[in-house]
Every structure is written in C-alpha cells, then in structure tokens.
C-alpha cells in the first residue's frame, strides 16, 4: 500500500539500498564456481601424493576391499574439511582480513624455516 507522502520510510530506503548494492544474481553464481572451482583445485593438488594417499592406497591393497576404504577416507577428508570451515567462519567473524593474512604468512614463515633448520641439522 502506498503512503500519501512522496518519500521513503527508513525500511523502504534500506531495502532500495540493499536491492542497488546487491551483485546480479548471474554474478554471484558465477563467483560461487569460481570459489568451488579454486577450492577444489587447492586441496585436490595438495592431497595428491602426500601421505594420508599413500596410507589410502596400502589400506586399500591389504584389505581388499577399496570402496569401504574409499568411503572411509571421504569421510575422513569432508570431516576435516569442516572443521577448517567452522574454524575459518569464526576466525573471519574475529579478526581482520588483513590481520588473517600476516598471520597466516608469519605461520608459513615460521613452517619453512622450521623445516629449512631441520634440512641443515
């Protein structure tokens, strides 16, 4: 129902703002692949080859049964991949982005030269 008076209610403008500032919905499918797709990618390189696949890959030939190891470790990995989605979703409620980002490069900093003092000793 239209009011008799020409201007906007503060909801009204609120939802006016929301609606203008608010990405196409074409846009934001289009950055959810591209979110899903880097995800996928990110963690598809940095599982294959490393230790919990080649512990998959034993399990698999001792026990002959590979669907029930494969369902196990699926499991496994979505279980793992929530707890890094929880644990993300209140650390960006927490701190700053900027704060996350030093953060994270001081803790890979601190991993490589970790690992680079070990190489040497």
Same mark, same amino acid.
């Given at each position: @129902? @239209?009011?008799?008076?020409?201007?906007?209610?503060?909801?009204?403008?609120?939802?006016?703002?929301?609606?203008?500032?608010?990405?196409?919905?074409?846009?934001?499918?289009?950055?959810?692949?591209?979110?899903?797709?880097?995800?996928?990618?990110?963690?598809?390189?940095?599982?294959? %080859?490393?230790?919990?696949?080649?512990?998959?890959?034993? @399990?698999?030939?001792?026990?002959?049964?590979?669907?029930?190891?494969?369902?196990?470790?699926?499991?496994?990995?979505?279980?793992?991949?929530?707890? %890094?989605?929880?644990? %993300?979703?209140?650390?960006?409620?927490?701190?700053?982005?900027?704060?996350?980002?030093?953060?994270?490069?001081?803790?890979?900093?601190?991993?490589?030269?970790?690992?680079?003092?070990?190489?040497?000793?």
């Amino acid at each position: @129902m @239209m009011s008799a008076n020409p201007e906007l209610n503060n909801q009204e403008l609120e939802q006016a703002q929301v609606i203008m500032t608010s990405p196409p919905k074409a846009q934001m499918k289009s950055e959810h692949w591209q979110i899903v797709t880097t995800t996928f990618l990110t963690v598809f390189l940095a599982e294959v %080859g490393d230790k919990t696949q080649l512990s998959v890959l034993v @399990m698999s030939a001792q026990s002959h049964q590979p669907w029930i190891v494969f369902a196990g470790a699926a499991i496994a990995l979505v279980s793992t991949s929530l707890l %890094g989605v929880i644990a %993300g979703k209140w650390l960006a409620k927490t701190f700053s982005p900027s704060l996350l980002n030093t953060l994270a490069g001081l803790s890979f900093l601190v991993l490589s030269i970790s690992l680079l003092w070990e190489a040497i000793a």
